[in-house]
């Protein structure tokens, strides 16, 4: 079987889904690979480096994709309306792997079943116990909480940790984290070690020992409702309008206080919930800084903006855009990763084919369309 690795065309997107060591483990498998020229430049891996693991590197996608039995990808295939049609290169039976960002792009999905594509989203893997190394949401997550924190660092006029020196003594900056999901936690964690005096919230009272475990305080409303504050995939639930106030008196008082806020809070499917508005930030201090992980989809902060850094009310406010692709080459390299593991798991070696069991709740959760239709529970009324 043939897997294809075609360039990220969409913009600023610089990862890539197969690294010249995951070549090897393909090929260990018993797949062949090929990568069209130039697809890891962006994550600092050249086509060098994928001939020496084996791959064959091909000129164009439409050559790439023509035969390949599965095409692994970062982001979406572009469609018809868009400046290449990668959809209409993949064969009928192909295996589409990668992000696919169905809800935002329901049309798509229609698509991969029209060309009989069995196309699966890995957004969608379940947060059980053995999906685990197939999680790609927390391997990039992870990396864009690291890496919001250091852009709060660029953009802050201050140092972050205290300096005791012969002209006088540097307080700590106070850094707030919002939402203390993976990418929270690791903003938490990077945070302490650069020396900040850190505290988080979270709706979710499950994480409290977690984020006071990173030495930092734990902010949040506690009443009955947090007990239910939960979905079983441990993503957090949308609160009752009554929370969403009392929670946000309690974090207006603590913003006050802060020099640098990181929101982290997203909710599946949905706009993100707004967790820091004007009147919040007209209360911080001069020179603070706010990093919307959420821009994206809609952002924490009433004020961000897309791919701007922008000042409002003497406050930087970022939002940046792909935080994970900032730091392409190890988020390449996680994410290929977990992408190896999960093919690995529903590959049969004695067959050399993919086998689908839809008693697994793994695949289930993860497949959109298969064999000319749509089979996922949340768009098969879209079809």
């Not at 990808?73 to 295996?95: F, H, W, Y």
């Not at 927390?138 to 660029?154: F, H, M, P, R, T």
């Not at 302490?192 to 902010?219: H, I, M, N, Y």
């Not at 006050?256 to 004007?278: F, H, M, S, W, Y």
Request: aromatic fraction near 6%; hydrophobic fraction near 45%.
């Amino acid at each position: 079987m043939k897997i294809a690795l075609p360039k990220e065309r969409r913009p600023y997107e610089y990862r890539v889904a197969v690294t010249p060591d995951m070549v090897k483990k393909y090929q260990a498998l018993g797949f062949s690979v090929a990568i069209e020229a130039g697809a890891g430049k962006d994550a600092m891996f050249s086509d060098e480096m994928y001939k020496a693991a084996g791959a064959s590197i091909v000129p164009d996608a439409a050559e790439l994709l023509k035969d390949a039995n599965i095409v692994l990808k970062v982001q979406r295939p572009m469609n018809d309306t868009e400046s290449i049609d990668e959809i209409s290169m993949l064969k009928s039976g192909a295996i589409l792997i990668g992000m696919l960002n169905p809800y935002n792009s329901r049309k798509d999905i229609e698509k991969y079943a029209e060309a009989s594509i069995t196309a699966m989203t890995m957004e969608f893997m379940p947060r059980i116990t053995r999906a685990q190394e197939m999680d790609v949401l927390s391997s990039q997550s992870n990396l864009a909480g690291y890496k919001a924190v250091l852009d709060a660092a660029e953009h802050f006029g201050k140092v972050i940790p205290m300096m005791m020196t012969a002209a006088g003594t540097i307080v700590p900056a106070r850094i707030f984290v919002m939402g203390a999901g993976v990418a929270g936690l690791q903003a938490i964690a990077t945070a302490r070690r650069l020396g900040a005096v850190v505290s988080a919230t979270d709706v979710r009272p499950s994480v409290k020992e977690q984020v006071e475990s990173l030495g930092a305080a734990f902010v949040m409303v506690e009443n009955e409702e947090t007990k239910e504050a939960e979905t079983s995939g441990g993503y957090a639930k949308e609160m009752s309008e009554g929370y969403k106030i009392a929670q946000a008196q309690l974090i207006a008082e603590t913003i006050k206080k802060q020099d640098i806020i990181i929101c982290t809070a997203l909710i599946p499917g949905r706009a993100a919930p707004i967790l820091v508005n004007e009147e919040m930030v007209k209360t911080m201090k001069p020179g603070s800084v706010i990093v919307d992980l959420a821009v994206e989809q809609g952002g924490n902060c009433a004020l961000s903006e897309v791919g701007q850094v922008v000042e409002a009310h003497g406050v930087k406010i970022v939002g940046h855009r792909n935080m994970p692709s900032r730091v392409p080459t190890d988020a390449s390299a996680l994410y290929a990763r977990n992408l190896y593991n999960f093919i690995a798991a529903i590959f049969d070696k004695e067959t050399g084919k993919i086998v689908l069991d839809w008693n697994d709740e793994i695949i289930r959760e993860v497949t959109l369309t298969h064999q000319g239709s749509i089979v996922h529970s949340k768009f098969v009324s879209a079809g």
